[in-house]
Every structure is written in C-alpha cells, then in structure tokens.
C-alpha cells in the first residue's frame, strides 16, 4: 500500500536540484526496419537523428520526435529480431511508455492500429483516455487523450486539485467527478472532448 502521508502537491520539494522536463527516454530495441515502421510510419514520429550508439558502435542509435521536440531513442542492431510477445520486467524495469494523442483523432489511431495488426484496449481512466497497445517487440504503448482542454502548464495543477478533492471523497482513484471539481475550484472553463465511452479497466 503506497504511503498516504506522503503529500501531493505542485510545490517545490525540498531538494538538493529540481529537473527542467523530459529530455528523452531509450529503450532496447529489435532493428532498425521494425522499429521505424512502428513509431515513425504507424505511430508518425519524425526520425530526427541516426547515428551509432556511442557506448557500443556496433548498434545503431535511432531518434524520434515525440511530437512535442521531447525525444524517443531506441538502440537497435540488425542482428536482432522482434518479438511481439509480451514483455515481462523486474523492479526497476520500464512497464509501458505513454505518449498524448489528439481526442479528435482517437477513433483514427484505433482503425490505424486495427490495419497495422496491433491489437489495443482502450480505457476510460477518469483524469484522461487510454489506448494501449504494443510495439513491434511487446513494450506496452500508451496513447493517452485529454479528456478536457487543459492548458499544458495547469495540467499538474489540476491533478494535484484533483487528488486532494479525491481524498475528501473517499474515492479510491481520481474520477472524472473529481476533474469538473478541479476544473472548476481553478477557475479553468475547460471544454470536455469527444471520446467514446469506456470502463475504467480498474481490476482487469
């Protein structure tokens, strides 16, 4: 049971340093042709940078623009293969990457998929909307979708406002009752997107 006496909050902890953003992630993967057929030709990021791992020139180093000039580097040789089964990690290991998708476009991102022949199963996960699939080697991918119009900078705001008025309910997790009552305590007339409907995926 994670320890509620820790607080959430947007404040500045009392830290040595605090961390700007997200400068970008790496993750091991197959080769090089699976690799940007996933994330570049079906998930559509731009292939930035190519050029040999510098820790071990034998592999290759791949960059992908994630939308938003946060980056996404896969290490990959032509020497491996993929592997769509289902990856299973330790403690310490990466259980899924999440990457924001447009509300309007999740019913296309479903179809592409469908085409592709990646499954997925989509959620209704109360703060936003979840689409998950896998990519070429099992790596669980999330497409996540706003479930309101929130600007980027009060979108910690919200959560935190979100998380204290959850607490205050006695809910297990934060519902979409939680984020209207955030947005409104905030001041944010922040307009609702059109998703379809979905359970929580809660137990599954």
Do not use: C
Not at 35 to 52: C, E, K
Not at 78 to 93: F, H, I, P
Request: glycine share 8%.
């Amino acid at each position: 049971m994670a320890d509620d006496s820790i607080p959430v909050s947007t404040d500045a902890p009392d830290s040595p340093f605090r961390t700007t953003g997200t400068d970008h992630i790496t993750v091991w993967g197959s080769n090089a042709e699976e690799t940007i057929a996933f994330y570049r030709d079906l998930l559509g990021m731009p292939l930035v940078l190519r050029q040999p791992n510098l820790d071990d020139p034998s592999q290759t180093h791949l960059f992908f623009d994630t939308g938003d000039g946060r980056i996404l580097t896969v290490f990959v040789s032509d020497e491996r293969s993929s592997n769509r089964g289902r990856l299973r990690t330790q403690v310490g290991g990466v259980h899924h990457l999440s990457f924001s998708i447009a509300a309007e476009d999740f019913e296309d991102v479903m179809e592409a998929l469908e085409e592709a022949g990646h499954g997925y199963n989509v959620f209704d996960r109360g703060i936003f909307f979840s689409l998950y699939t896998q990519d070429n080697n099992g790596l669980i991918i999330e497409l996540s979708a706003d479930k309101y119009d929130i600007p980027d900078d009060r979108r910690g705001e919200v959560l935190a406002t979100a998380q204290r008025i959850r607490e205050e309910d006695g809910a297990d997790f934060a519902e979409d009752r939680h984020m209207q009552q955030a947005l409104e305590e905030l001041g944010l007339d922040a307009e609702p997107n059109d998703l379809p409907d979905a359970s929580t995926g809660v137990g599954v």
